[in-house]
Antibody, heavy 115, light 110 residues
Framework: EVQLVESGGGLVQPGGSLRLSCAAS????????THWVRQAPGKGLVWVSL????????RYADSVKGRFTVSRDNAKNTLYLQMNSLRVDDTAVYYC????????WGQGTLVTVSS | QSALTQPPSASGSPGQSVTISCTGT?????????VSWYQQHPGKAPKLMIY???KRPSGVPDRFSGSKSGNTASLTVSGLQAEDEADYYC??????????FGGGTKLTVL
């Protein structure tokens, strides 16, 4: 069974940092591109970042470029999102999703940025 | 990276058909055949319903179909069922090599 499990969310003050993880199982993680997508409470989906199979290509939404870094460890079947200089408007549930078309999603991890 | 434009709401009675539009520009929807549609029930993770404009993943009912004309993509749900009531989001690849979502459409089954 394909599973994606996000972790690492929590409460952080503005300007702080967090690292999210997405543990993959039930499929060959190393052959899939992977996305991060976020959803603020009561709002719509917003695409955040994309990484290719070996991590050599990454893409970011303008709103997070220069602050967030996506990476992966294929040996550990894990995707990461390092989030620095966090802002109040980064508050959201963060999802990881498999493949170029995001055919499987995790259940998300909540990041709350507040003082 | 402007969001794609979707109507905030749509509705239909059981058995009817409803179409949700997704309007972009010549730099995203109009440029690539890389439009996807996602269904999201309250409190749940999104689910892929359509990819590459009109392809259905395994397990998605053929009541769901996608199309595109110019800068506008569309999702049609035929034979509406109560379980189709959900939020629907479109997404497209763009010429700046990033993805963008629409604002979402709340589909109500009357």
């Amino acid at each position: 069974e394909v599973q994606l499990v996000e972790s690492g969310g929590g409460l952080v003050q503005p300007g702080g940092s967090l690292r999210l993880s997405c543990a993959a199982s039930g499929f060959s993680f190393s052959i899939y591109w992977t996305h991060w997508v976020r959803q603020a409470p009561g709002k719509g989906l917003v695409w955040v970042s994309l990484i290719n199979t070996d991590g050599s290509m990454t893409r970011y939404a303008d709103s997070v470029k220069g602050r967030f870094t996506v990476s992966r460890d294929n040996a550990k079947n894990t995707l990461y999102l390092q989030m620095n200089s966090l802002r109040v408007d980064d508050t959201a549930v963060y999802y990881c999703a498999r493949g170029r078309w995001a055919d499987y999603w995790g259940q998300g991890t909540l990041v709350t940025v507040s003082s | 990276q402007s969001a794609l434009t979707q109507p905030p709401s749509a509705s239909g009675s059981p058995g009817q058909s409803v179409t949700i539009s997704c309007t972009g520009t010549s730099s995203d929807v109009g440029y690539y055949n890389y439009v996807s549609w996602y269904q999201q029930h309250p409190g749940k993770a999104p689910k892929l319903m359509i990819y590459e404009v009109n392809k259905r993943p395994s397990g998605v009912p053929d009541r769901f179909s996608g199309s595109k004309s110019g800068n506008t993509a569309s999702l049609t749900v035929s034979g509406l069922q109560a379980e189709d009531e959900a939020d629907y989001y479109c997404s497209s690849f763009t010429t700046t090599n990033v993805d963008v979502f629409g604002g979402g459409t709340k589909l109500t089954v009357l």
